[in-house]
């Protein structure tokens, strides 16, 4: 069975940096995406980026440039976002999310969620 | 980017009755494969979303057949054909069509 384990919660002050990890398992690692979502509390739903984590490609969304880092470690099938510069508006849910097969080249789904990790920024 | 907008923003609803969700992109999002990657997910509350619906119209793997989804281009529509107490939570649809991958507001089902 497909799962995806993350860290646990996390409290950060305004200018920290934070790293979520995601392990998984159930599945050959190397051979699907890897999403990351992040949800504000009491909103809606927003992409940060995706990694691939056969060769460690990424491609971030245009609003995280700079402050994001997405990176895997294929021997214990984990994936990492780290977000740096943090500041309250960055308090969410951040879930990494499996995609589609990376040797397909396209995104069909977001098929299997973790169960997130909360990041709360405050001072 | 794509801009995702649903309709409507809360849908209170009979239990037994039918619900409809609609999703409007601000591109056709179909993509230069052929393929049209416009998704479902149901986030029940306090939970992560779950994936009902892909390429339109496509049940993943232990979806009920109440849901069903159709549309194509730039509009599209998520139907719940008899609601049940556990289809109660917010319904997003999201397209991958293009990067930056986004997501439409997001729907209330709710019980009347």
């Known amino acids: 069975q497909v799962h995806l384990v993350q860290s646990g919660a996390e409290v950060k002050k305004p200018g920290a940096s934070v790293k979520v990890s995601c392990k998984a398992s159930g599945y050959t690692f190397t051979s699907y995406y890897m999403h990351w979502v992040r949800q504000a509390p009491g909103q809606g739903l927003e992409w940060m980026g995706i990694?691939?984590?056969?060769?460690?490609?990424?491609s971030y969304a245009q609003k995280f440039q700079g402050r994001v880092t997405m990176t895997r470690h294929t021997s214990t099938s984990t994936v990492y976002m780290e977000l740096s510069s943090l500041r309250s508006e960055d308090t969410a849910v951040y879930y990494c999310t499996r995609g589609d097969i990376a040797a397909a080249g396209t995104h069909c789904y977001m098929d299997v969620w973790g169960k997130g990790t909360t990041v709360t920024v405050s001072s | 980017d794509i801009v995702m907008t649903q309709t409507p923003l809360s849908s209170p609803v009979t239990l037994g009755q039918p619900a409809s969700i609609s999703c409007r992109s601000s591109q056709s999002l179909v993509h230069s494969d052929g393929n049209t990657y416009l998704s479902w997910l149901q986030q029940r509350p306090g939970q992560p979303p779950r994936l009902l619906i892909y390429?339109?119209?496509n049940r993943f793997s232990g979806v009920p057949d109440r849901f069903s989804g159709s549309g194509a281009g730039t509009d599209f529509t998520l139907k719940i054909s008899r609601v049940e107490a556990e289809d109660v939570g917010v319904y997003y649809c999201?397209?991958?069509?293009?990067?930056?991958?986004?997501f439409g507001g997001g729907t209330k089902v709710e019980i009347k």
């Open positions: 390429k339109v119209s």
């Open positions: 990694i691939n984590p056969s060769g460690g490609s990424t």
């Open positions: 999201t397209q991958a069509t293009q990067f930056p991958l986004t």
